[in-house]
């Protein structure tokens, strides 16, 4: 999808979605100033996907040196990257939205998985005040780490089917009945994801479960078509 597209499908969703969601917001009975920005929200959560798509790692280095250099015709009133790093968080719920609106087609055949998002250095757990209250310890085979994580479940072609936020020291398995729900058909993942209940759980919904096995666990009876979708896990991997 070009830019250009992009922006078009974001401005279509926010047209419908600001009015009703200015609608179910509730006053807190306090005068606020609602300063309009120079970049609409539309504008701003098309930089944010843009982003993700892009190849650079760093947010930072991506508004400074592409953006700003390479965007200003697309972009005409680009703020400074201190003003726009502020303004991200206004732009997150309407994202969340957009982005479970857009989800991918159900193919028969998912990859589910988690990843960490650190947001600080083990060293500075203590001193850390952003996240306080709702950022915790966890564990992955890259070791020990404080803040979410972030489980996703795409289709065989990579489209998003699912994704939740959940503490660090939540299981992988925990959240995987909920973005289940309304999936049919197989769904992959990694050896975090063996469960005797978890499987019948979703076996009784009509979903297969098909987890990485452990060294020690015999994978006689598993089919081949089976084995050969292990091989797959790549696909969520890179994203």
Not at 111 to 116: E, V
Request: with cysteine; net charge positive; charged share 25%.
């Amino acid at each position: 999808m070009s830019l250009e597209d992009l922006f078009c499908d974001v401005d279509e969703f926010c047209r419908v979605f600001l009015p009703a969601w200015h609608r179910w917001l509730l006053p807190d009975g306090t005068r606020q100033r609602r300063r309009t920005s120079r970049l609409t929200l539309s504008e701003i959560m098309t930089i944010l996907i843009d982003f993700h798509q892009a190849q650079y790692r760093n947010f930072k280095a991506f508004y400074l040196l592409h953006l700003c250099r390479h965007g200003r015709d697309e972009f005409p009133n680009l703020l400074s990257d201190n003003r726009f790093v502020a303004l991200i968080p206004s732009a997150l719920m309407p994202l969340c939205l957009y982005l479970h609106t857009r989800r991918g087609e159900d193919t028969g055949i998912a990859f589910i998985d988690a990843t960490s998002r650190v947001v600080c250095h083990n060293r500075r757990i203590r001193g850390h005040r952003v996240f306080k209250n709702v950022a915790r310890r966890g564990k992955t085979s890259l070791g020990w780490f404080y803040g979410f994580k972030l489980h996703l479940v795409v289709n065989d072609r990579g489209e998003l089917l699912a994704f939740q936020i959940t503490p660090g020291n939540v299981d992988d398995r925990r959240p995987v009945n909920e973005l289940t729900q309304g999936l049919t058909g197989k769904r992959v993942g990694d050896r975090g994801y063996i469960s005797q209940r978890l499987f019948k759980v979703l076996w009784d919904r009509g979903l297969q479960l098909i987890p990485k096995l452990r060294k020690n666990m015999h994978n006689k009876l598993m089919p081949l078509a089976d084995k050969l979708l292990l091989r797959k896990r790549a696909i969520i991997e890179t994203i």
